[in-house]
């Protein structure tokens, strides 16, 4: 394809400073079973290119379906229009030196089995079994489980001379119960909505641990029934690496988006309460607070070579000691702001322009184990698995709550709590970072449904965080 596509370059004739062409190939298969009957078994597949081009600094585009020749100079033409007419009021001019250089590469997710390994009536065993194995009494009143599996090629020349190729392998799971007495109706997930999602292939999919996790599962919904509120106190919060996911999505990951940042998703994601002066300077949170960005991490959702319009991918630190370094902004957003940035101009489909998003955002371990972090507790509340969440247009104000708690007494976990929920501003809540655990808490985890853009993207988004201890934070439970 990469042959194909550069001859077809050459042969465009259009008077453009440059043009871009990334081509993507995608089939992906979504199977569901609810209460042991499969509800969906579906396959869909679709191929198509992004034409970029750039015009006295300004940059066009236009999404074409056909790879052939003709319709790729008619899109070509497009996008030229499209930047010759809009080149008056652009923001910014560009030049391909610096938001588009040459670069020459490839990606392959790692895995071990491919997706067409086991049958589709074989992943449909594992399913209704998995939902069969949930219902742990007759108290459980639904259960689900879910794969979906993508395979994702892209192929990115340019007139520039570069010539990328990516070939990714993604796979999400998702099982969860919901348990009812009376009135009272608690779900329990395995660490959240579809937070299994990585790299990878079927080997992900029914791993040794599956059929314990499984049954722990089923297990817990049903031990939330008879749990008591989840008090309302200022106190001690730990949260598993599963909430530290949504944690860092939300109050690291989307306030540090540059183009967040220059206003350009103010009227439909909103802003940030980060300003373009703070980088270098702002303290965000405690020493302990480390975040990378890092698409290099091997099985991780987002990782990558390469961004989607070249740039390489590298581990950066956004935070570090908790001061503000870097933000979550492409090539072009930070010859926009003149603040460093990183290779993160991603789209979820051939038929829209890569824009600022996260890819994989990761706590860096710090020091102790899980039983040292909590061993001079006397009280506090340890809380799992994101159930939903709450945060303001400036990803300043938040209120989070979570599947699953235990009260922590004297430095031990005791009784389990239900409805946990905790609330805070985004510098107080990091500023009250008092422990990250170590390596042996770290787990990563992912989400496949990060929105933004207009028109709207949903991305593939790793997070990776050890387990973590908050002090004096505002907690309480499901009636308030």
Known sequence: MLSELTKAINNITVAADWVGIRAVKETSSHRNVRDRIPQRNGKSSTIGAMIEVLVD???????TNSLQQQDLQTAVETAYKQAFCAKEWSIYKFSAATARPKVVGEYCSPYIKSFDSISPGDINNVLIDTCKTLKVSDAIVQTVAEIVTTERETWFVSSNGSEVYQKFMFISSYYGATAQDGG????????????????????????????????QTGEEALELLSAPECPDIRTNLVLAPDQ?????????????EIDRILGDERNYAGGSFVKVGDFGHLVYGSELMNITFDPTVPGE???YGFDDIGAVATREYLIQGGVLQRGVGSLESQARAGIPGVACARACSWNRPAIDRMANLNLEPGEGTFEDAI????????????RSWSIDDRRYKFQFGCEYAKLIENGKLTKTLRNPNYRATTPEFWGSLV???????????GTPFCGKGEPNQAIWVGHGSPACVFANVEVFGGGN
Request: aromatic content about 10%; proline content about 1%.
């Open 57 to 63: 600094g300004c940059i066009g585009y236009a999404a």
């Open 184 to 215: 009272i109706v608690q779900q329990r997930t395995s660490k959240g909505w579809h937070a299994h999602t990585y790299q990878g292939g079927l080997e992900l999919f029914s791993d040794g641990e599956l059929w314990h996790r499984v049954q």
């Open 244 to 256: 530290m996911m949504l944690q860092i999505h939300e109050s690291v990951g989307h306030p540090l």
């Open 301 to 303: 959702i987002a990782s």
């Open 375 to 386: 061993a001079n507790i006397e009280h506090g509340v340890y809380m799992e698995s994101n």
């Open 435 to 445: 422990k990250v655990c170590n390596s042996s808490t770290w787990e990563m985890y």
